[in-house]
């Protein structure tokens, strides 16, 4: 990974909430281990695990993430450390300081740490908490399996991510940094994910406040709450009139947090602290409306008899709030606490906030990263979808139930002037993995004994459906391509590939994995077909120095066997001022043996250069009486988010030409496909302006003075997609991947018939691959004669679980299914 990075000590068995006891650069613990023992400087326990998490600074964002699971290195440390000053740590703890791996030659700086206003720079002392636990329980809490461990910990990761969100104005949320104890800046995906996350409780919390305002008494119950500020937020907002707030967690957790409200003025002043006195053992905090017990959720009995010594009423209107919490339980114990709730209390109400869709790419990502931190994810296994989910709630006695997925959500729940503006927060270009992180997450509210039926997930807002049926028409097999030699320096995502030459694919740009690293592809690289199989070449880039710039996003146009035009890219999404230059590969080998390509990058300034600061944009060979023009046409720039205009530019000078242009003018669009067709170009999908994907398909053919927008209508409609790639065969559309919001299957292949419309969809079997395919942001070319699909590269980041990069091409024989259209 191509990045600044540095070291994070935390240790699990004090909450993650506040333990991140020291930061400093990976090179720095290379040298001296003795450096993390003179930053600890306190005691710690005989037996203690320490994990050190490297945080990457992203060089194309400057924003900083927890690395994936093969950058994290775990350490157990047996002995007891001296907590004085200049003694160094024991030679066995320093021999088992297994370093991480990082980008040879790469800068590794500390972070500047911040502190909220009146705090302390250093964070509480360990033994504090300890003692707190002491006065909580009679004594501390025993250490917890490391499994239950690595769950509490990812709390506190989550206060992080919502103290970064609210920091960049996502949130109004002035106590979560407070209760966070550190500030760490987010990605704008994670900023994004949280931020739905948070608005759908908010949302469904304010909602139930509302509908039982006139009831004299309610409460609320967060199962598994950590750190979360949910309590100071509505009392600050003057909404908890007759309202007690309980919040349950485990009893380390809840005996932090209630030393860091009585230690922080601005906490401590919102609750009356009445003591817990008489409450009952787990009781770590009581204020007049405000309650936080220590009590492990899978131990029901246990969460009942603390809930009633705290002064739960079974009988007044009551919501349940549970954010990713009950998937870590055994599933026996989490529908056992579900049933539980709806069978003592008479009006009750349940949020829930979950992962779901295991099996798809995406989702074997995401099960994989919390299986590698040990949380795995318990009930996606028996629940894994939103139908799922609802007959467990009505099995367990609920009687009202409905699920939205987190891209309903946001569409039918947020208004458009609050999307609006969370869209501009700031520059943004991961419209993939947001939705597919969408897609993956859903919020869920039941009921029973409600009076008015409490029904928050209704909307007025009228969007059409996202879920209706696929008609799938059968499917084809992915085969990993047969190669003579490894195929290198094709993992990477927004690059181009281009057939240059019969057999003969050249692929340029993108982010990736390079020299072991990941950064902006520098190189280009060729595959080459001889003697049947897939051969990679080496390319030598002549005047490497020119105006390359490591693009992502951009488009390549083959104009001849040797000359092949760029046109746009960006290298992040508020630097897209790359414009267009030529590629020559005058000395490019045939595929009678093997030889070295050369490119050459040749700089141009035609006229139609500022045009060209602009990605995710297509530009698609046209003829018009009897000339050669390139059509350039939407796409996204750093000032507009969407662009709906288009270019011709004649070849071979690269000038613009000015044409008529008749008929329904297309909505403005980016990430769409385009294919030239009879002298005209095939447009289809695309992402609009209100970041919602698009089926519209227009062709722009040729007139006598001129071209017209012509509408192509299908049958049955195309579903709405964007991030794929398209091609034409013998009048069929080919549609390849790309990103959806149907939640019952990812892309496959889409073929339709362009004389009758007739839109038919295939799904790609990939159970040969040993790896999840991942088909958005990738490429495609398609071979016309053996009707042979080459698939290369694809995936992205995805969320804060990791980058997922397509390892090796892939090969789709269309013929059957061509053929069968």
């Known amino acids: 990974m191509n990045t600044d990075a540095s070291i994070v000590l935390v240790t699990p068995c004090y909450g993650q909430a506040s333990t991140a006891l020291l930061q400093l650069p990976v090179q720095t613990l290379r040298r001296n281990s003795r450096n993390i023992h003179l930053l600890c400087n306190r ?34 440390a047996l002995g007891q450390l001296s907590s004085s000053v200049g003694n160094s740590a024991p030679q066995g703890a320093q021999r088992r300081a297994a370093t991480p791996q990082h980008p040879p030659g790469s800068s590794a700086r500390p972070q500047r740490r911040t502190h909220p206003p009146g705090s302390s720079a250093l964070l509480p ?25 690595q769950v509490r910990g990812t709390g506190g990761s989550s206060a992080v991510s919502k103290c970064s969100a609210a920091e960049r104005g996502y949130v109004r949320d002035r106590f979560v940094r407070l209760l966070a104890g550190r500030s760490r800046r987010r990605t704008a995906l994670i900023h994004r994910g949280y931020y739905v996350r948070a608005c759908a409780v908010d949302h469904c919390v304010q909602d139930f406040l509302l509908k039982t305002s006139g009831h004299p008494r309610r409460q609320i119950l967060s199962l598994g709450a950590g750190f979360d500020s949910l309590y100071f937020r509505l009392k600050d907002m003057d909404l908890l009139h007759h309202t007690v707030i309980y919040e349950v967690d485990f009893p380390s957790v809840a005996c932090q947090k209630a030393t860091l409200i009585k230690r922080t003025e601005e906490l401590s002043a919102l609750v009356e602290d009445t003591g817990a006195e008489g409450l009952g053992v787990t009781t770590a905090f009581s204020g007049k409306d405000y309650r936080l017990l220590g009590v492990d959720l899978s131990e029901l009995p246990k969460l009942s008899v603390a809930l009633d010594e705290a002064g739960l009423d079974t009988e007044v209107p009551t919501l349940f709030i549970a954010e990713v919490v009950l998937t870590y339980m055994e599933n026996s114990r989490s529908d056992a606490l579900i049933q539980w709730a709806a069978e003592h209390f008479s009006h009750a109400c349940f949020l829930l906030y979950e992962q779901m869709h295991p099996e798809d790419p995406f989702g074997r990502v995401m099960q994989q990263h919390f299986s590698q931190l040990n949380s795995a994810l318990r009930s996606l296994s028996q629940y894994p979808d939103r139908e799922a989910q609802q007959k467990r709630f009505f ?185 267009m230059l030529w590629l020559r590969f005058p000395k490019i080998c045939d595929d009678s043996g093997p030889g070295d390509v050369i490119v050459e990058p040749v700089s141009l300034q035609p006229a139609a250069e500022p045009a060209a600061s602009r990605w995710r944009h297509s530009t698609t060979e046209v003829i018009f009486k009897g000339e050669k023009y390139l059509f350039m046409y939407g796409g996204r720039s750093v000032v507009e988010p969407v ?179």
């Open 43 to 76: 005691p710690c326990p005989a037996r203690f695990s320490i994990t050190l998490q490297v945080v990457s600074t992203h060089k194309t964002t400057g924003s900083s993430r927890i690395s994936s699971a093969q950058e994290r290195t775990e350490l157990r």
């Open 125 to 149: 002392r360990p033994s504090a908490y300890r003692e707190e636990a002491a006065r909580c329980h009679g004594r501390a809490p025993p250490a917890l399996p490391r499994c239950r461990a």
């Open 395 to 579: 099995e367990k006695g609920w009687t009202e139930c409905s699920v939205m997925d987190m891209n309903e959500f946001f569409t039918r729940c947020i208004p458009e002037d609050e999307q609006h503006r969370v869209q501009a927060l700031e520059p943004f270009d991961e419209y993939e993995e947001w939705h597919l992180k969408c897609s993956h997450y859903f919020v869920l509210t039941a009921s029973k004994g409600m009076e008015p039926s409490w029904t928050p997930l209704l909307s007025n807002v009228t969007v059409p459906p996202h879920h209706g049926p696929i008609r799938l028409a059968g499917s084809v097999s992915a085969l990993a391509c047969a190669a003579q030699s490894e195929v290198l320096g094709l993992r990477r995502y927004g690059h181009h590939s281009a057939l240059i030459k019969p057999n003969v694919i050249l692929t340029t740009g993108g982010f990736g994995e390079e020299n072991g690293h990941h950064c902006r592809m520098r190189s280009f690289h060729v595959l080459m077909k001889y003697a049947g199989s897939w051969q990679t070449r080496c390319v030598k880039k002549e005047n490497p120095d020119k105006r390359w710039g490591e693009r992502l996003y951009h488009t390549v146009s083959c104009l001849s066997d040797s000359l092949a035009l760029v046109v746009g890219g960006r290298t992040s999404p508020s630097n897209a001022a790359l414009g």
């Open 643 to 821: 662009l709906g205009d288009w270019y011709f530019l004649h070849i071979p000078e690269i000038s613009c030409a000015t044409i008529p242009v008749e008929g329904p003018v297309p909505e403005g669009r980016h990430s769409h496909s385009a294919c030239s067709w009879k002298g005209g170009v095939l447009i289809a999908g695309g992402l609009g302006a209100a970041e919602q994907p698009l089926n519209s398909v227009f062709l722009l053919r040729e007139t006598e003075h001129g071209f017209r927008w012509q509408i192509v209508e299908t049958q049955p409609p195309l579903i709405p997609r964007y991030s794929h790639t398209a091609h034409v065969h013998d009048g069929k559309l080919v549609l390849v991947g790309g990103v959806w919001f149907h939640s019952l299957r990812v892309p496959g292949i889409t073929i339709i018939d362009l004389m009758t419309g007739l839109c038919l969809d295939y799904t790609i079997n990939a159970e040969h691959l040993e790896w999840p395919l991942m088909l958005h942001n990738h490429s495609s070319v398609f071979l016309p004669d053996e009707k042979e699909l080459l698939l290369i590269g694809g995936g992205g980041n995805c969320f804060s679980f990791g980058t997922h990069l397509n390892p090796n091409p892939i090969s789709l024989n269309l013929s059957s299914i061509l053929t069968s259209h």
